[in-house]
């Protein structure tokens, strides 16, 4: 009994810890970095990530993240993919989602908050904005640099 | 008034045209692993909102800022998004299994089950997992609690075995609150007697 007593507390601090989390990279493969404000960490899997990250990944690099309403967000080589917004209602299931693929590649399964109220995720690109009524979907941005 | 409103839609046409270099982008549905075809709406900046909901419905956004409506391969969908499809997280799955009256041990049945969702968590790097246990209606709130607690522990326990770190399980037991069958109080059903194990 008292070893499930000091386990609920272990697991208590660690929600503590965690909780501006939005995400976790589950799949990172060659370069992955993530840019929180000014400084850059290199993403493996287990690293959470919060709104306002960006994900970059290199010329051999990959990510797949799962999102706390169970959606899953993969990008490609050569991406640049920011999480502009994120919130959920893990009671509700309100929440708002506004991804932005800024250069790369994107595939993506909604979750939770489209089934909810369609719409609750987009994602933008320089040139246009979609909206995601569900459920799997994948998007490319042309990098800027080749055009 | 009316000729003025013209002028405006001839106006945003030539914009549309005149095509002022955009960064070029592709939309397109896939479908999913049980073959449902799902819904997207791609607005261009400046243009109308169209929604694709066809099979490798896609639409494509030109360096020009000419807008096309597309229906891709498969072939075309995997040259280009292969890789960055093969990075997406395993997807979300419940499994249930069912116990032995009163008690922590799992049906014969359910020890065959087990196997199956062992080969899934073996392809998942880092699991999220909540057990959640649950009885049927016989006997009363707190031997029901308790039991529950137990039944999801003892999963815990078979998966902690498999290599999974502890503080990646979520255990709770729901007693007989949440009951698969709707049944009197104090009536032994099979299907009441189980744990359910989300996947994330």
Not at chain 1, 81 to 105: C, P, V, W
Not at chain 2, 35 to 51: A, C, M, S, Y
Not at chain 2, 66 to 73: A, F, G, H, I, R
Request: glycine residues 10%.
């Amino acid at each position: 009994m008292r070893k499930f007593l000091i386990l609920l507390v272990a697991l208590g601090f660690a929600g503590t810890a965690l909780a501006a989390d939005v995400g976790l990279v589950k799949v990172a493969k060659g370069s992955v970095q993530i840019q929180r404000g000014a400084n850059k960490i290199p993403a493996t899997v287990g690293t959470g990530l919060q709104q306002a990250d960006v994900v970059i990944t290199g010329a051999d690099g990959s990510a797949g993240i799962t999102f706390t309403d169970n959606s899953l967000v993969s990008v490609g080589p050569n991406s640049v993919f920011s999480i502009d917004k994120y919130s959920f209602d893990t009671t509700t299931h309100a929440g708002e989602f506004e991804g932005n693929l800024k250069q790369g590649r994107l595939a993506a399964v909604s979750g939770k908050m489209v089934k909810q109220s369609p719409d609750s995720m987009k994602i933008r690109t320089p040139s246009a904005i979609m909206g995601v009524r569900g459920t799997e979907f994948v998007v490319q941005v042309d990098d800027t640099k080749k055009n | 008034m009316v000729r003025h409103l013209w002028v405006v839609a001839a106006a945003f046409i030539a914009a549309g045209c005149a095509c002022a270099p955009v960064t070029p982008a592709l939309f397109a549905v896939v479908p999913a692993a049980d073959g449902h075809i799902g819904r997207i709406v791609v607005t261009p900046n400046g243009g109308e909102p169209k929604l694709i909901d066809t099979k490798y419905g896609a639409e494509r956004i030109r360096a020009d800022g000419k807008v096309e409506n597309v229906t891709l391969t498969e072939t075309e969908v995997q040259a280009t998004f292969g890789t960055v499809m093969d990075a997406l997280p395993g997807r979300p799955a419940t499994y249930t299994l069912y116990f032995l009256e009163g008690k922590d041990e799992l049906t014969p049945e359910s020890k065959v089950e087990l196997d199956r969702v062992f080969a899934d968590l073996r392809h998942r790097p880092l699991p999220d997992i909540a057990v959640i246990g649950h009885t049927d209606t016989r006997g009363g709130l707190e031997y029901n609690d308790t039991l529950s607690r137990a039944r999801a522990e003892r999963m815990r326990e078979m998966l902690v075995g498999l290599g999974i770190p502890e503080e990646r399980i979520m255990v709770a037991g729901r007693g007989k609150r949440e009951l698969l069958v709707p049944t009197e109080d104090n009536v032994s059903e099979a299907r009441n007697r189980r744990v359910e194990i989300n996947v994330r």
